[in-house]
């Protein structure tokens, strides 16, 4: 007997998300509830099994407290994630919004603008921070003056400024390199973006006399606001699990080399928790001023 | 007269943004390429060059022997096959998963469809660092919710981990597959399945003939994420597969190699001090760049599919 449309669909549904739902299950829920009770423990390997020896607050103690540079590398690696989080959304959308324009050489300008997330991954990254001739390079680019002093210089007698917006927008620029290579994917997404925009849309309103001002901020930027979460999830999780990300690294360190397994949880846990605090402040703040367009 | 002088005002202010836009654009582009350019000159200088102040961008005396040592310290035959079978079956696989999943959840009401997705969102905010141990010690001990009792088996070493997570999406930044292929079909006009399904073709038949071929852009751009992220992963390679050597690890071992050998052989180097910051700057961007060759050559010939395809898929929702 043949199902209906309706009831094969409901069937469907469950037979193509079951590799899914298994997996999540076996391979990471089952693994994240571990993470979270190793964190209270101490993780001894013997040949054939492991062992927990239960440390209760400990581990964390140890993280907060104890450790000579945790506290401090996670409230930097902290403080520059959402510092660099506008700046690279900023950007990206700019970026978006020139690619999406007609020009000559187009297509050779999008290929090198998404070359960095061939690069810019994992082990390269990583080798990159204590390379010397990479090292050598930056310090010749701030000696001749590339954003950082020349910028000072020319703000210092500024008394319009003040000194907290200065460090920002000096710190914005000296950073500039960094938030290009890291909008790759993130200019894909708002690309795809502006490209799904109805034109009729645009016809309608320059009909009815909206300047390219007017344009910008009521069509093309509530229909795109959709995607800023998007992107700024995406940005956060890039740079969490970044190879050169200070955090991560003290992490794997401390479990391979440092206090254990244990402690090395409990400082993921307290990362990933505060991560997931940000994420979802920030959505509860966007997801209300986002604009859903149905057709 | 006033007419003239708004047109030619109007091609002025055109001619003004495009020279800023070219200006902005080669500035941008610039800065993308420096630490490629960089890499390369570096890679192809001897050490004196690099000590020498004067040289700078152009080596003085270029040479191929940077590339030579690392070519053969790094085992790069035996490191790139391996990390190109790696990465090819885990992204084939991961592509077939989440495909599958994506067309699931994008094209299936049923009880439960949101909550998958939140579930494949989560997947992706929770860093792997966070689980890669319990994810050890399970493959490591291995027995398969507790059916095999205290025979546990060792999947470490083996191209298991990595098969079974990619095979059900849970492997690294499946989350993101999952949400591009879901973005993807439900893209796609839902009359083309109808009309299949009313001719007589069932779920899968429908899947396979009609929704796959039409998906292959989404495919191609999932399919490039995966197989750049697992070519260079590090942390998944070094925890499930240590006793094998894949690209990043080579890499990482050729440096000391490299300087181990050639303190045995060339007492000269290292009395006098090449066995440095500077000798080992070359040896790394010379490595570097045969690490992303590959990532480039496929890139370079997938690039204008995948840019256009990212624009088809409507990342939008």
């Known amino acids: 007997m043949r199902l209906s449309f309706e009831k094969q669909k409901k069937i469907g549904g469950f037979l193509f998300t079951l590799p899914f739902v298994i997996g999540f299950f076996l391979f990471f829920l089952y693994p994240l509830v571990q993470a979270v009770i190793f964190s209270f423990n101490e993780l001894v390997l013997t040949s054939t099994t492991f062992e927990l020896q239960p440390r209760g607050w400990e581990n964390y103690r140890y993280a907060l407290q104890v450790h000579p540079e945790f506290t401090r590398t996670f409230v930097e690696v902290i403080g520059q994630l959402l510092t660099r989080l506008p ?31 061939i690069m810019s991954a994992g082990i ?3 080798l990159e921070m204590n390379d010397y001739s990479v090292i050598m390079l930056q310090a010749a680019r701030s000696g001749a003056g590339f954003g950082g002093a020349a910028l000072r210089n020319l703000f210092a007698d500024s008394a319009y400024m003040p000194s907290w917006l200065l460090d920002y927008v000096i710190g914005a620029a000296e950073s500039l390199p960094i938030v290009i290579r890291s909008s790759g994917v993130q200019i894909l997404i708002f690309l795809a973006g502006l490209q799904s925009i109805p034109r009729e849309i645009y016809e309608a309103v320059s009909v009815e006399g909206a300047t390219p001002w007017e344009r910008f901020w009521l069509v093309t930027f509530p229909m795109l606001s959709p995607l800023l979460l998007t992107n700024i999830i995406y940005t956060i999780v890039d740079s969490l699990t970044a190879m050169n990300n200070q955090l991560v690294i003290m992490i794997r360190d401390t479990m391979l080399r440092g206090a254990g397994y244990g402690a090395a949880m409990a400082m993921a846990m307290i990362y990933f928790v505060t991560i997931a605090i940000i994420l979802l402040v920030v959505y509860r703040l966007i997801s209300r001023k986002i604009f859903y367009y149905v057709d | 007269m006033l007419m003239m002088s708004t047109a030619a005002l109007r091609r002025l202010n055109k001619w003004t943004i495009s020279v800023l836009r070219t200006i902005l654009l080669i500035g941008i582009c610039f800065v993308i390429l420096l630490p490629l350019i960089n890499r390369l000159s570096t890679a192809l ?14 080596p003085r005396n270029p040479t191929l022997r940077n590339f030579q040592l690392v070519w053969v310290h790094m085992e790069y035959v035996k490191a790139f096959t ?24 994008a094209r299936f009401r049923f009880p439960g469809n949101g909550l998958i997705f939140a579930m494949a ?16 010690l399970n493959f490591r001990f291995f027995n398969f919710m507790g059916l ?12 298991w981990p990595f098969i079974l997570t990619s095979m059900t999406g849970t492997g690294f930044r499946n989350g993101l597959y999952i949400f591009i292929m879901r973005q993807f079909f439900r893209g796609m006009p839902r009359e083309l399945e109808e009309a299949a399904f009313i001719d007589g073709a069932g779920l899968f038949r429908t899947f396979f003939r009609v929704m796959l071929p039409g998906s292959i852009p989404g495919l191609i751009v999932a399919f490039l994420f995966s197989f750049v992220w697992q070519w260079n992963d590090y942390l998944y390679v070094t925890t499930f597969m240590s006793n094998q050597t894949f690209l990043p690890q080579a890499l990482e071992a050729a440096p000391g190699r490299i300087g181990r050998m050639l303190s045995q052989t060339d007492a000269l180097a290292s009395s006098s001090g090449f066995l440095d910051n500077h000798f080992y700057s070359l040896i790394n961007n010379a490595g570097m760049l045969l690490v992303i060759l590959p990532l480039l050559i496929l890139y370079l010939f997938m690039q204008r599919h995948f840019v256009e395809s990212i624009e088809r898929t409507g990342i939008v929702g």
């Open chain 2, 45 to 58: 200088m001897p050490v004196e060059d690099l000590y020498d102040q004067s040289v700078r961008w152009i």
């Open chain 1, 87 to 117: 700046l690279i959304i900023a950007f990206s959308f700019f970026a978006a919004t020139l690619l999406n324009q007609e020009f000559r050489g187009r297509a050779l300008v999008r290929a090198l603008f998404f070359l960095p997330v």
């Open chain 2, 121 to 136: 969102i989560f997947t992706l905010i929770v860093p792997p660092q966070l689980i890669i141990v319990p994810m050890y």
């Open chain 2, 82 to 105: 391996n990390s190109f079978l790696l990465a090819l079956t885990t992204s084939v696989l991961q592509v077939a998963s989440c495909t599958l999943v994506g067309y699931g959840l």
């Open chain 2, 148 to 159: 095999l009792g205290d025979n546990t088996i060792n999947l470490i070493g083996t191209y």
């Open chain 1, 124 to 126: 390269v990254m990583r």
